[in-house]
T-cell receptor, first 119, second 110 residues
Framework: GAVVSQHPSWVICKSGTSVKIECRSLDFQATTMFWYRQFPKQSLMLMATSNEGSKATYEQGVEKDKFLINHASLTLSTLTVTSAHPEDSSFYIC???????????????FGPGTRLTVL | RKEVEQDPGPFNVPEGATVAFNCTYSNSASQSFFWYRQDCRKEPKLLMSVYSSGNEDGRFTAQLNRASQYISLLIRDSKLSDSATYLCVVNGDSSYKLIFGSGTRLLVRP
């Protein structure tokens, strides 16, 4: 149980294009999903918290107009990197929280990540 | 001060060695503590939660000291497959956020 998928697993795009990344909870409903970014040799940095049916909450320093998040259903959240530039190249990882999880409710289940390279 | 601090390592140990990682956190109100393992270019995977009384899972033992805001992970009888980055993770102050340490890299050599 508690499986999260991400698509695509990697993407290469030209500077100025937009890229959409999907995050799905496969066997549970996720009212809350999280989007992280990880640069080489650094830890995961939370970008935003995505709540189903409402606007995402962005961390300080993350541009909400550049990183568009949509969480329209209980099993799907999307992150769109608009007008991507080389400095946006990174490993983007989503996670989801299962509100009915029998264990620690703060535990998050991670997707396999999407490696974005902007040329 | 970082919210979660770890020694970045790398720790380079022979197979069979015992190795310990430490972590400190700044938010005294944190209630959930985890160790995650991350392999190169992969997502983090939960290794174990950390409970107040300390807990053990096979070769792995985790300890929590709330008074000192300190968490530890002990790995006994290291295997080559234990080579990875170990992330200390603490819940944030709201909205079920998790705060990740920068990770400690472990290299187990034959």
């Amino acid at each position: 149980g508690a499986v999260v998928s991400q698509h695509p697993s990697w993407v290469i795009c030209k500077s100025g294009t937009s890229v959409k990344i999907e995050c799905r909870s496969l066997d549970f409903q996720a009212t809350t999903m999280f989007w992280y970014r990880q640069f080489p040799k650094q830890s995961l940095m939370l970008m935003a918290t995505s709540n189903e049916g409402s606007k995402a909450t962005y961390e300080q320093g993350v541009e909400k107009d550049k990183f568009l998040i949509n969480h329209a259903s209980l099993t799907l959240s999307t992150l769109t990197v608009t007008s991507a530039h080389p400095e946006d190249s990174s490993f983007y990882i989503c996670s989801a929280r299962d509100q009915f999880w029998a264990g620690d409710l703060n535990e998050q289940f991670f997707g396999p990540g999407t490696r974005l390279t902007v040329l | 001060r970082k919210e979660v601090e770890q020694d970045p390592g790398p720790f380079n140990v022979p197979e069979g060695a015992t190795v310990a990682f430490n972590c400190t956190y700044s938010n005294s109100a944190s209630q959930s503590f985890f160790w995650y393992r991350q392999d190169c270019r992969k997502e983090p995977k939960l290794l174990m939660s950390v409970y107040s009384s300390g807990n053990e899972d096979g070769r792995f033992t985790a300890q929590l000291n709330r008074a000192s805001q300190y968490i530890s992970l002990l790995i006994r009888d290291s295997k080559l497959s234990d080579s990875a980055t170990y992330l200390c993770v603490v819940n944030g102050d709201s909205s079920y956020k998790l705060i990740f340490g920068s990770g400690t890299r472990l290299l187990v050599r034959p």
